[in-house]
């Protein structure tokens, strides 16, 4: 499976770090909030270190116990990890998408998240009962079932199981790796126009978890969509669930008049 490269270098000295102690928030809140800025907007990247919690301490004027306290807030978030004759590291920001009809391929690389994939299945079989339902096929009609691991900063984010009518799209499995399956409907002159979608939480499974890096019945955030084109066909079931600890769904609320 894919990993990207990571660099190992302690970027926190370039950090414009500061602490109001006039301010009744507390110190080590301040501190772990200007971190996280930091990885959030790619000023501390995927791989770089932190620093030790003693020269960090010393830099700002803070005890030690304050400095723990603010990196330990972040390796709770899965911002940061402590490993074992590196050093603390940064992970990476938690991928944040807003629920319209994109891609996690777009998204990602919108994001600057450096997505990659791995194509796990890839075949064309009888529809099963709920793909059938979702698509509006019967069930003895052909599917083209594809599952991948979508990757970013060489983390895996998401499994992602995708099920099209046979014979709608041309799906090489390079290609599939290379780009966006949306990416590949619109190469084909296909038009998305709209989409069902529901979100929901559960336990991740042995096998899931293996795949996405996690412990066995970790929380794991679920989506299912339907998604039709600009004539009203179903042209796509898309099955996928996230790391929790990695991705979030960011929702706009309007007040109705």
């Given at each position: ?7 190992e ?19 080590y ?16 990247t ?33 911002l940061l ?15 944040k ?61 998401a ?61 794991v ?14 042209v ?22």
């Amino acid at each position: 499976m894919p990993k990207q490269p990571r660099s190992e270098t302690d970027a926190s000295p370039s950090l414009q770090l500061s602490v109001d102690r006039t301010s009744p928030v507390p110190l080590y809140f301040q501190l772990s909030q200007q971190l996280e800025s930091a990885i959030e907007r790619g000023a501390l990247t995927p791989g770089s270190l932190l620093g030790n919690e003693i020269e960090l301490a010393g830099r700002l004027g803070l005890s030690r116990p304050t400095v723990r306290q603010a990196i330990q807030s972040l390796v709770d978030k899965g911002l940061l990890v402590r490993r074992r004759g590196v050093g603390t590291q940064v992970v990476h920001s938690q991928v944040k998408r807003p629920l319209e009809l994109s891609s996690l391929y777009d998204d990602l690389e919108a994001a600057g998240q450096r997505p990659a994939t791995v194509v796990l299945r890839n075949t064309v079989g009888s529809a099963g009962a709920r793909a059938a339902g979702a698509l509006g096929i019967a069930e003895s009609a052909e599917v083209r079932s594809i599952e991948r691991l979508r990757y970013a900063h060489g983390e895996p984010m998401a499994l992602l199981v995708n099920e099209l009518p046979a014979g709608l799209l041309a799906c090489d499995t390079e290609q599939l790796e290379a780009t966006g399956l949306y990416r590949m409907m619109r190469a084909a002159g296909i038009t998305l126009h709209s989409a069902r979608q529901s979100v929901g939480a559960r336990a991740a499974t042995a096998a899931e978890a293996e795949l996405l890096g996690e412990e066995a019945g970790g929380p794991v955030l679920t989506m299912e969509r339907i998604t039709f084109d600009d004539t009203g066909r179903a042209v796509e079931f898309g099955s996928h669930i996230y790391r929790a600890s990695r991705y979030a769904f960011e929702f706009q609320l309007l007040v109705r008049p």
